[in-house]
């Protein structure tokens, strides 16, 4: 497995702390929930059904049908495999599982701006959080075979998503950040018809598991806390960025995480970790991850280990 955030185990091992003495900052998943109620016990007994009102909820909240899958992962890996081997355009930095699925897949990997036959990109970037403009992609599209365009952040912003904004245009959906669902393992792929078919046969039956369908069908409809979660992340985000910056990190991000480059990435990653607070290390540049506390505890724990290091 590619290195990710979220390896409490691991942090626990190599720094002597045990697990429950860690405040995990090192993921873009939202600290708070949607809150699901306890799981029905048919839900744990029976087969899931095609017909149980997860299509209708995707197509309500999504404006158009898409394919549940067991967690957008599945799509990453799998969709490169599908397609003729070729030249892939990658915005980078990015998500490391997708370029190294289309290096397995035979794929030939690519800077953004040169001549290619596919595309990729994350949008809201991760782990930088920038956002390339939809008509510029939409652009970029009419010169490839596909362009695949990774939505897992963009359920907390008001931009306008990619989904059937032309037919080569792949996008793929998770219920793991913005609904901090992760778990769960489910995703969506809104693909043309011909790819759809194609990814559905991959999937054979009862692919996505029955709990994981009722909670997607929950949450998608609970418009309502949809809104009061993006009001929430967009003000902790905003007090993360400032945070940062006071102690000399300049950082861009999005509503769930916060970036910064800095050459001190590994000495602050390492100060922080002995502290107990995980963070998100990269190396290409040199830059650090920071998820958002959870509360006013963690914000306190978060400041002062900060000041100690920076």
Not at 50 to 57: F, I, K, M, P, Q
Not at 87 to 110: D, M, S
Request: with cysteine.
């Amino acid at each position: 497995m590619l290195e990710h955030g979220g390896r409490l185990n691991a942090a626990a091992r190599r720094f002597g702390m045990p697990r429950q003495a860690w405040l995990d900052l090192s993921t873009g998943i939202a600290p708070w929930p949607y809150p699901l109620p306890a799981v029905p016990v048919d839900v744990w007994q029976r087969l899931p059904e095609e017909d149980d009102g997860l299509d209708a909820a995707v197509r309500a909240h999504y404006g158009v049908m898409g394919l549940a899958v067991p967690g957008s992962q599945w799509a990453i890996g799998t969709l490169p495999r599908l397609l003729p081997p070729g030249r892939v355009a990658l915005a980078k930095p990015i998500y490391a599982e997708h370029p190294a699925a289309w290096r397995a897949a035979g794929h030939e990997i690519v800077a953004w701006h040169e001549p290619a036959d596919y595309a990729l990109c994350c949008r809201p970037n991760n782990p930088t959080g920038a956002l390339l403009p939809r008509a510029q992609l939409i652009e970029r599209a009419k010169r490839l075979r596909l362009i695949v365009i990774d939505e897992a952040f963009l359920d907390a912003t008001a931009e306008e998503t990619l989904i059937a904004a032309a037919d080569n245009v792949v996008v793929l959906r998770s219920l793991g950040k913005f609904w901090g669902l992760a778990g769960v393992r489910i995703g969506f792929v809104f693909a043309p018809a011909w790819l759809d078919e194609k990814l559905r046969s991959m999937l054979g039956p009862w692919a996505v598991a029955h709990p994981a369908r009722w909670a997607a069908t929950l949450a998608l409809a609970d418009t309502h806390w949809q809104a009061a979660q993006r009001a929430r992340l967009a003000q902790a985000s905003q007090r993360l960025a400032q945070l940062l910056a006071a102690r000399g990190l300049a950082n861009t991000g999005t509503a769930l995480f916060r970036y910064a480059i800095t050459p001190a990435a590994e000495t602050i990653h390492l100060a922080l970790a002995r502290q107990g607070i995980l963070v998100r290390q990269f190396t290409d540049p040199p830059a650090l991850r920071f998820g958002l506390p959870a509360d006013e505890a963690q914000w306190r724990r978060l400041e002062s280990a900060l000041e100690e290091t920076t």
